[in-house]
């Protein structure tokens, strides 16, 4: 399997999510904008998001992933459609307890998640019957999560990475074709995320039929909870949760924290955070998602070598798209929020104010990627104890970073908390690497970064020039040339960030790599 044409496929897909969710975010801001409402919605969902990331996405595929590739390289497919069988059912069951607990307890989670929004009781109310809504979500990603990590093993990427695509395709038509029949307009987006769960796990079906390993539930809670394989995921996933989702914890903290700084907080945050996925999702969850499996046959096969060579190729990727990424994003915050949200009710301050968060995540970037880069190299090895350690660190170093930053910078202070917070996570992370000598450089490093620093530096110079030349905010009635000029800008940039690496030396042969 060629891993570079794999990542290539995986981030088109990938990209085609990310396209539609950008897409989604500019008619949600076209048509509520940032207040209140706005944020009663980004925190309904982000209490379904987050249990999602914790029970589904994050924890659990890190657990699961390395035991299904062991079973199916060692103990076979009728052992491997076995853990399934029982790991999906205490999954299932698992989260649908959970969502029942969310719905009734929906007043107490927004409260203590999002007090600030007991200022507005309208919206606090909102929130409240969205988040019941949204709730369920959770059970439909679950199942969406572990067929992603049933696919991946099997080396089927496309379908996982493209299940994204038909939530945003939801919000799209919740925002222009449910909002304008409904007394409240936001709980049309509500709606849309229900029906995006649905329509996420139906697109799994057919895929994982074809390779012989769809399910079977049981209407048994309990079934499956014997098997030694099952208690070895649940032993896995414990500390995992913890660990995978240090960032989303310390971002539901921010949201408590901006739920009481200036109405629209939550909001700017919001928005900014969206576009910072973009280069994340494009990269490091590609990247990390094609690692895994590789990394884990690696290990099961016991060559040091390959698991070696493939965080080699990782990192170097990583380093080549993130830190162009993290400059872009910097320099071009404002023309990327003014483009993309400032239409109908979406401010002049909102794009301001948005922006400023935008450029804090991004002197953060780089860490963010390099960590879903790194942690699945633990992950692959079935050791979640180190993460863990670390993510505890980070989870404390993220919220004494906010004391000293959002006292004079606001919601942007949150922001930058989290993008350091990764760094941090991402060097800790090498550390220990290299001290297990888990993980040996090739040679060559040095003047990799040497021709890197060299390109990076001649794109920031066209990327500033770009964004000084036009007025952004001005140019609010030409929606069609603002986009045209950010294009005009981004592809300059482009040009000039490969022509340079080609003029160095740097060619795409070089980062090929066959996975076994």
């Known amino acids: ?9 995986v981030s088109s897909m990938t990209m085609l999510s990310r396209v539609t969710g950008l897409l989604r975010e500019s008619l949600f801001a076209r048509a509520f904008g940032a207040g209140a409402y706005t944020d009663a ?21 890190q657990a699961f992933v390395p035991i299904l590739a062991e079973y199916r390289n060692v103990q076979g497919a009728e052992a491997s459609k076995t853990l399934a069988d029982h790991v ?4 299932v069951w698992a989260t649908l307890l959970v969502s029942a607990l969310g719905i009734l307890g929906a007043p107490l989670f927004v409260l203590l998640i999002a007090g ?3 200022q507005d009781p309208g919206a606090f109310d909102a929130a409240v019957w ?4 949204m709730f369920p979500y959770i059970t439909c990603m679950a199942f969406v999560a572990m067929a992603g990590g049933i696919l991946n093993t099997w080396r089927e990427f496309k379908i996982p990475a493209f299940t994204p695509v038909l939530l945003n395709l939801s919000l799209i038509a919740g925002s222009l074709f449910l909002a304008p029949w409904l007394e409240q307009p936001v709980y049309a987006q509500a709606i849309a995320v229900f029906v995006g769960g649905l329509l996420q796990v139906a697109i ?8 012989g390993m769809l399910p079977r539930l ?5 079934a499956g909870l014997g098997d030694p394989g099952v208690r070895r995921v649940l032993k896995k996933m414990g500390p995992a949760v913890f660990a995978v989702s240090a960032a989303q914890i310390s971002l539901m903290i921010n949201t408590s924290i901006a739920s009481r700084l200036q109405e629209g907080s939550i909001s700017w945050l919001t928005y900014a955070d969206r576009l910072m996925e973009f280069p994340t999702a494009l990269l490091g969850v590609a990247l990390g998602t094609i690692l895994l499996p590789s990394l884990s046959k690696a290990n099961v096969d016991g060559d040091p070598e390959e698991y070696s060579a493939l965080l080699d190729w990782g990192l170097r990727l990583t380093f080549l798209l993130a830190i162009p990424a993290a400059v872009g994003l910097a320099l071009l915050a404002l023309p990327l929020i003014a483009t993309l949200f400032h239409y109908g009710r979406f401010t002049d301050e909102a794009a301001i104010m948005s922006a400023r968060p935008l450029i804090a995540y991004s002197v953060g970037l780089l860490g963010i990627i390099l960590v879903k880069t790194l942690a699945p190299a633990f992950y692959a090895k079935q050791d979640i104890r180190t993460p863990v350690k670390i993510a505890l660190m980070v989870l404390v170093a993220t919220q004494l970073m906010n004391l000293l930053f959002v006292p004079y910078i606001q919601v942007a202070g949150l922001a930058l908390s989290i993008g350091l917070a990764a760094c941090v996570n991402a060097t800790f992370l090498f550390i220990s690497l290299r001290r297990r000598d888990v993980y040996r450089p090739r040679p060559g490093w040095g003047k990799f970064f040497a021709k890197l620093v060299v390109a990076v530096g001649l794109m920031a110079v066209a990327a500033w020039f770009g964004a000084q030349y036009f007025d952004w905010l001005g140019m609010r009635a030409h929606p069609f040339l603002r986009a045209g000029a950010l294009f005009l800008i981004i592809g300059i940039c482009g040009i000039v960030y490969f022509g340079a690496l080609a003029a160095l030396g740097f060619r795409p042969r070089d980062f090929k790599r066959t996975g076994k």
């Open 41 to 61: 919605f980004n925190v309904a969902f982000r209490i379904p998001n987050l249990l999602r990331r914790l029970f589904a996405e994050g924890a659990f595929s």
């Open 130 to 133: 969205m988040t019941r809504l």
């Open 204 to 211: 799994q079906v057919p895929a994982l039929i074809r390779i």
């Open 88 to 91: 999906a059912n205490c999954l």
């Open 116 to 118: 600030g929004l007991k």
């Open 1 to 9: 399997m060629n891993l570079l044409r794999t990542l290539a496929a």
């Open 218 to 222: 049981s209407l048994n809670p309990a």
